[in-house]
């Protein structure tokens, strides 16, 4: 979950949230908690915007890590 939590903070604190905890629901499902940085209440659009920002982060990540196997098998 550390692996997640140090791609996902940077996001999170360019959005002015933090990161308050982070559970595993199923085997590939995260709980994610936020809350903002400015204390103001965290609305839906905010959810799906963060929802949004947090998937491309991780799918940045895997291509990345994808990337790096297909270049070691060549």
């Given amino acids: ?6 791609k996902l903070q940077p996001v999170a604190n360019e959005m002015g949230l933090n990161i308050i905890d982070i559970e595993y629901v199923g085997k590939d499902i995260l709980d994610i908690s936020i809350a903002r940085q400015d204390f103001e209440s965290v609305d839906l659009n905010m959810c799906a915007a963060v929802a949004q920002a947090f998937g491309e982060a991780i799918d940045f990540e895997i291509s990345l890590d994808v ?7 060549d």
């Fill in 1 to 6: 979950m550390e692996k997640y939590l140090e």
């Fill in 67 to 73: 990337g790096s196997l297909s270049r070691t098998n």
